[in-house]
C-alpha cells in the first residue's frame, strides 16, 4: 500500500458463466510511518563562525512529498524553514554556551522529529589594534592610539575594561579607545601590553608594543 493512514477494503471478485460476485472482503488499516532523515554537524564551534549543518537520507515507505524541514537552532533565533536536503549554515552569536539543534520534517501527513545535534559555543577573546611609535624621549609623554576592538561574539567591554601596562611598573585602566599618553621617567627598552575584560572574562596580552626610551 503506497500510502497511509488509509483503510482499504480488499475485495475478492469471483467469475463464473452465471455473473461476477464478491465472494469476501477484508478491511485493513494501513498505518501512516513517520518519515526519518539524517541530520548532522559538529558538536563544537566559535562564537560568530559559519557552522554548517547538514540534512540527508531522507527515508518514508509512504507516498508523502515532503513540504518544508523546520531547524531551530536552540539558541533563542527565529526557526528557520527550508525545502531541501542539504547544508544549511548558522551563526552562533555568543559563547560561552550550548545549544541543542532540533530538525523536523513537515509532510501532509503531519510534523515529524528528524533529529538532533547538540553543540557547544566556544567564547573568542577579543583584539584590539593597538599603535605607537616605536621611540619615546624620557619625560616627555607617550603618546598610544587605542584603536579599533574586534570580538566575533555578542559581547561588551565592561567599564575600566581596557587595562594598559606599560611595561615600566605602571598601570592604568580605561572605558573607551582612543589615544591614551604615559611618560616614562626612566630609559630602557619596554613592552606595553593590553588586557581585555568583558563580561566572558579577561583576556590578557590581546595587543602589545615594543617602545624604546
Do not use: C, K, M
Amino acid at each position: 500500500f503506497a500510502d497511509g493512514d488509509s483503510s482499504p477494503v480488499i475485495s475478492l471478485i469471483v467469475t463464473d458463466e452465471d455473473g461476477t460476485y464478491t465472494a469476501a472482503s477484508l478491511g485493513v488499516a494501513v498505518n501512516d510511518v513517520a518519515p526519518s532523515i539524517t541530520v548532522s554537524g559538529a558538536n563544537e564551534t566559535d562564537e560568530g563562525s559559519v557552522y554548517t549543518l547538514t540534512l540527508a537520507d531522507l527515508v518514508d515507505p509512504g507516498d508523502d512529498p515532503v513540504t518544508e524541514y523546520l531547524i531551530d537552532w536552540g539558541d533563542g533565533s527565529a526557526v528557520q524553514s527550508v525545502t531541501e536536503l542539504g547544508d544549511v549554515t548558522h551563526t552562533f552569536a555568543d559563547g560561552n554556551s550550548s545549544a541543542t539543534i532540533s530538525v523536523q520534517i513537515v509532510n501532509d501527513e503531519g510534523t515529524f522529529d528528524g533529529g538532533t545535534v547538540d553543540v557547544t559555543i566556544n567564547n573568542v577573546a577579543p583584539t584590539l589594534a593597538l599603535s605607537g611609535a616605536s621611540t619615546s624621549i624620557q619625560n616627555t609623554a607617550y603618546t598610544l592610539n587605542l584603536g579599533a576592538i574586534i570580538d566575533p561574539g555578542d559581547d561588551t567591554i565592561v567599564a575600566n575594561g581596557i587595562t594598559v601596562y606599560w611595561g615600566d611598573g605602571t598601570t592604568e585602566t580605561y572605558s573607551s579607545v582612543g589615544d591614551v599618553s604615559h611618560t616614562y621617567t626612566t630609559v630602557g627598552d619596554f613592552t606595553i601590553r593590553v588586557s581585555l575584560e568583558d563580561e566572558d572574562g579577561t583576556f590578557s596580552d590581546v595587543a602589545t608594543q615594543a617602545v624604546s626610551v
